[in-house]
């Protein structure tokens, strides 16, 4: 319990190399209420995107439905503020990253595709509405 509050306390700081500490160590405890809504912010951070890039480089590494449905809200969130391109950016940066990564092995590439297309689907609504560009870039990428 240490650590998470470690991290939940790096979220917060003034440090934008502390809060993407936060940021990829709390990945881990994605599906938390708590730590889901501070790696929501950390993919929106306010003061520095280096922090958004860290830490949704974390989520696509971990690779799992529930890290991309964050990286889902996350692309939400952004594309419904038109001055939030910035984010938006780099998110598509990660992103690129991961279907990269992907590309080099046939499952990789297949379960991405099939983690957006799930997405489609999902429960919430901005999850959806971001999924359908999601899954349009990943096919178009793959």
């Keep these: 319990m ?4 470690e991290l939940l ?4 700081s003034q440090s ?3 809060r993407s500490k936060a940021g990829q160590g709390l990945v881990a405890r994605l599906g938390e209420p708590a730590v889901d809504a501070v790696i929501l912010r950390l993919l929106l951070d306010a003061r520095d995107t280096a922090v958004t890039t860290a830490t949704a480089e974390a989520l696509l590494a971990r690779g799992d439905l529930v890290s991309w449905r964050m990286f ?9 503020d038109s001055s939030a391109t910035n984010y938006i950016d780099h998110l598509n940066s ?3 990253g991961a279907m990269y990564v992907a590309s080099m092995d046939p499952e990789k ?5 099939g983690m ?9 609504e901005g999850v959806r509405f971001a999924a359908t560009e999601l899954r349009s870039l990943v ?4």
């Design 116 to 124: 957006v297309e799930r997405l489609s689907f999902d429960e919430d």
């Design 2 to 5: 240490a650590e998470l509050e």
């Design 72 to 80: 889902a809200r996350a692309w939400g969130a952004a594309a419904e």
């Design 16 to 18: 934008w190399q502390e």
């Design 94 to 96: 990660c992103l690129i």
């Design 9 to 12: 306390l790096l979220a917060e």
């Design 109 to 113: 590439a297949a379960s991405l595709r």
């Design 139 to 142: 096919l178009e990428g793959l």
